[in-house]
């Protein structure tokens, strides 16, 4: 039996939605939209437990840090990891990938599990100025995502491909 975190809404208690955000190194843009979306949910006051991970682990690059530093959002704590070292790695609600090699490596969830990709730009190498449009592309739709996910309630599984299918 899994130890699921629960929020309590006045008598009724019910599992925090898990969301998993994949790229292939954990390094950039899996970073920035964990930031994003973490963001979001709190402000749209959506209980969500957010996640990122990669399919392989390096660093968190500067650049990311940086761009995210400049909005009000903090990574520097963050750090590179892989889909097998998040607690239950394969109870997530909804798995978004943010690069096409990781939806490719995207290993199998559970048919309940909600995919959702996305594909933004790798930055790296790049100036500043590549980084902060990535960066401001992956807020709108994490921005989006949200408010989907918010509107949608997403208490289950057909709510929450109902909030995916709107984006």
């Known amino acids: 039996m899994s130890n699921d975190k629960v929020a309590t809404a006045g008598s009724q208690r019910r599992r925090l939605m898990r969301l998993l955000v ?3 190194h954990n390094s950039a843009r899996s970073q ?8 979001y949910a ?18 968190v690059k500067p650049d990311a ?16 990891k892989t889909i097998t070292e998040l607690p239950d ?10 690069c096409d090699s990781a939806k490719e490596a995207c290993p199998l969830y559970p048919a309940k599990t909600v995919r959702l990709h996305v594909s933004f730009p790798d930055p790296s190498g790049q100036g500043l100025d590549a980084w902060r449009e990535v960066r401001d592309a992956i807020g709108r739709m994490s921005q989006a995502l949200v408010q989907s996910l918010a509107q949608q309630g997403a208490a289950d599984e057909a709510a929450l491909r109902r909030a995916v299918q709107s984006l």
Not at 32 to 39: P, S, V
Not at 46 to 57: F, I, P, R
Not at 72 to 77: D, I, R
Request: proline share 2%.
């Open 32 to 39: 920035m939209a964990e930031g994003w979306l973490k963001h």
């Open 89 to 98: 790695p394969w109870e997530f609600d909804l798995v978004l990938t943010v």
């Open 42 to 59: 709190k402000a749209q006051g959506l209980e969500a437990e957010v996640w990122s991970a990669g399919t392989e682990k390096t660093f």
């Open 65 to 80: 840090i940086t761009v995210m530093r400049e909005v009000g959002l903090e990574l520097n704590g963050n750090y590179s």
């Open 22 to 24: 994949l790229c292939t």
